[in-house]
């Protein structure tokens, strides 16, 4: 009897090809970074500057904690990348022990361009794609995306990106 592939096969299959295709991305992504002019940021540095693009003016608690890292290692973060004019500290309105984080105009433009750049490398990928290969990577992106950050179900990586992006 024809049976198809067990589904763990099938997931193991996809899995796999999505390590492929992220390890990929990163290539890409990094290609993106390199062509920004406004000068050399880590990843750790970036992930400062996304997470505060995301919450303008959180504080260093909050940042260290959306970061899943120690305050003291992003103080150190915070201080290269003021250093660089891509954030700002700022008292805090609230409480005079605090300051607020914020991205300045050069940090803004740097994300602005570096997501412009990104966005061209992708599309001059995509466009050599057919256009059944570009509907088929669509749904199943969003397919992804949808089970990705569904809340938890029980599962293991169900729902786990709900923090991310």
Request: aromatic share 4%; with cysteine; charged share 30%.
């Amino acid at each position: 009897m024809g049976l198809s592939p067990e589904p763990d096969r099938r997931s193991r299959d996809a899995a796999h090809a999505g390590s492929e295709f992220v390890e990929l991305l990163e290539v890409m992504w990094e290609q993106g970074r390199e062509a920004v002019p406004t000068g050399p940021v880590s990843p750790s540095q970036l992930r400062v500057l996304y997470a505060l693009d995301r919450e303008d003016g959180i504080n260093l608690r909050m940042l260290a904690e959306a970061l899943g890292s120690a305050p003291p290692s992003v103080s150190r973060l915070c201080d290269r990348l003021q250093a660089t004019g891509l954030i700002e500290r700022t008292p805090s309105p609230v409480s005079r022990r605090e300051l607020e984080l914020r991205l300045t105009s050069l940090g803004r433009a740097y994300l602005t361009d570096l997501r412009k750049r990104r966005e061209g490398i992708l599309m001059a990928t995509i466009d050599a794609m057919s256009p059944k290969a570009r509907r088929a990577l669509l749904e199943g992106l969003r397919a992804f995306r949808d089970v990705a950050t569904a809340p938890e179900q029980g599962d293991e990586g169900a729902g786990a990106w709900r923090s991310v992006g």
